[in-house]
């Protein structure tokens, strides 16, 4: 079946570091692919989707772009902040199943 | 606009138990899905009611129910507690049925602890 594998956590990164969340998927077909957050205390938030092959998501100076030749949605940001502290969780979906990888957890420091 | 409410927050239960969890959607969201969150398991998918119907179900064992009402606001049960059962319990919503946009908003969750 279709599942999403993610970098093992956790990520300590000083803070203006570059960051990379390596995301790689399996499916069949043709998935769309989200990164989620979840800030501590608080439930999943989407951050940024893409829906097609070489499509890329953007919010909040996070980016990622949907590789089929390589199945992956690496999730990176160029300067990170304390306040980007969370766990990020990479998902596809597919035929209107939903999977999410295990999450990263991400640690800025100041 | 509001967004997703989940009852209680925090809950307390003793092996053989039951609870019930109370999930309103973002008002106009006809969707709504429930997650069951551990640091073994990760995000793991329990099922998904859209207009009173449950549309699909993750492999969960029987004690494992919901159902969603009229005005789409979603309840879970969970019988027999164990105590594996201990997680966090998240509820999202979304407009489109079966998460056809992925596009899910979350609530807080409501932390199980089964003693």
């Known amino acids: 079946g279709d599942s999403v594998t993610q970098m093992e956590g956790p990520v300590t990164l000083s803070e203006e570091a570059f960051l990379t969340i390596n995301c790689t998927y399996t499916a069949t077909g043709y998935p769309s692919l989200f990164w989620y957050v979840q800030y501590p205390g608080e439930g999943l938030q989407l951050l940024l989707k893409a829906t097609k092959a070489d499509d890329k998501g953007s919010n909040k100076g996070f980016e990622a772009t949907y590789r089929k030749e390589t199945t992956s949605f690496h999730l990176e940001k160029g300067s990170v902040q304390v306040s980007d502290s969370a766990v990020y969780f990479c998902a596809l979906v597919r035929n209107n199943d939903m999977r999410f990888g295990a999450g990263t957890r991400l640690t800025v420091k100041p | 606009k509001a967004g997703v409410t989940q009852t209680p927050r925090y809950l307390i239960k003793t092996r053989g138990q039951q609870v019930t969890l109370s999930c309103s959607p973002i008002s106009g969201h006809r969707s709504v899905s429930w997650y069951q969150q551990t640091p073994g398991q990760g995000l793991q998918f329990l099922f998904e009611?859209?207009?009173?119907?449950?549309?699909n179900k993750g492999n969960f064992p029987g004690r494992f129910s919901g159902r969603q009402f009229s005005n789409s606001r979603s309840e879970m049960n969970v019988s027999t507690l164990e105590l594996g059962d201990s997680a966090l319990y998240l509820c999202?919503?979304?407009?489109?049925?079966?998460?056809?946009?992925?596009?899910?908003?979350f609530g807080e969750g409501s932390r199980l602890t089964v003693l």
């Open positions: 999202a919503s979304s407009l489109e049925v079966l998460r056809a946009t992925g596009e899910l908003f």
């Open positions: 009611y859209f207009s009173e119907t449950q549309r």
